[in-house]
Nanobody, 117 residues
């Protein structure tokens, strides 16, 4: 099993920045790709960004050029640097990891990001 714990959420004004972190523990050797998803009130959870173990990334169109995902395989931590935040970025952000052996998906409990003036 893999446990994921997010941190770094909070309230920020439009145009501001936040950095989210997700620390993995447990059977970390099982982790392959990692990513961040968000879920706004009344909406489905959707992909924000993903990163492979080798560092290849992909982003949702809505965050390209504003958000950066990175990964420290030594610290077993994935980050999401969020710049130029918009009101519509307000959501709960969830960390996600894929099991390289059986394809299972692990989720953290989420961290709330609120962008408001």
């Amino acid at each position: 099993q893999v446990q994921l714990v997010e941190s770094g959420g909070g309230t920020v004004q439009p145009g501001g920045s936040l950095r989210l972190s997700c620390a993995a523990s447990g059977s970390i050797f099982r982790i392959d790709d990692m990513g961040w998803y968000c879920q706004a009130p009344g909406k489905q959870r959707e992909l924000v960004a993903r990163i492979t173990k080798g560092g290849s990334t992909n982003y949702a169109d809505s965050v390209k050029g504003r958000f950066t995902i990175s990964r420290d395989n030594v610290k077993n931590t994935v980050y999401l640097q969020m710049n130029s935040l918009k009101v519509e970025d307000t959501a709960v952000y969830y960390c996600n990891a894929k099991d390289r052996y059986n394809g299972d998906t692990y989720w953290g409990k989420g961290t709330l990001v609120t962008v408001s003036s």
